[in-house]
């Protein structure tokens, strides 16, 4: 799994800013399968945080016609900077533990956890992969 991390320092924002975070978002969310996508406002700084399965999603995303348009009024109008880094991720924890599920045949043989099995899906929790 890989995040995508965007920082930037605001210049400023405006409708347009607004509407067109929303719609890549979207995009990124239904067509291009990010898992999840996280944005905070503090000051005058922004954060965000997207989710992907590969490398490639993330590639196909930022290549996206309207992703280029939204990243062009960032430097042009909404950002005095920014950074972006894209990060493997190796570990995860969260409490309560997170309830996970994947097809079958998509298990690793180190991977370890608790788990409820069904026809087609196992169910996870307390998982992590044996390195």
């Known amino acids: 799994m890989y995040a995508v991390i965007f920082k930037a320092q ?3 924002l405006d409708q347009t800013y607004h509407e ?8 990124a969310l239904q067509k291009y399968g ?5 944005s905070v406002t503090e000051g005058n700084r922004e954060i965000s945080i997207s989710y992907w399965q590969t490398q490639a999603q993330i590639l196909q995303w930022k ?15 909404w950002y005095n900077s920014y950074v972006v880094e894209v990060v493997e991720i190796n570990r995860k924890y969260s409490t309560p533990p997170e ?5 079958r045949h ?6 370890i956890g608790s788990c409820v099995v069904t026809t087609k899906f196992v169910y996870f929790t ?3 992969v044996d390195q």
């Open 10 to 12: 605001i210049r400023e």
């Open 20 to 27: 067109t975070v929303k719609r890549v978002k979207e995009l």
């Open 34 to 38: 990010c898992i999840e996508f996280l």
């Open 63 to 77: 290549q996206n016609v309207e992703h280029l348009e939204a990243q062009a009024l960032g430097k042009s109008k």
């Open 99 to 103: 309830l996970i599920y994947v097809e």
């Open 106 to 111: 998509q298990l690793p043989i180190n991977l």
């Open 126 to 128: 307390n998982i992590y």
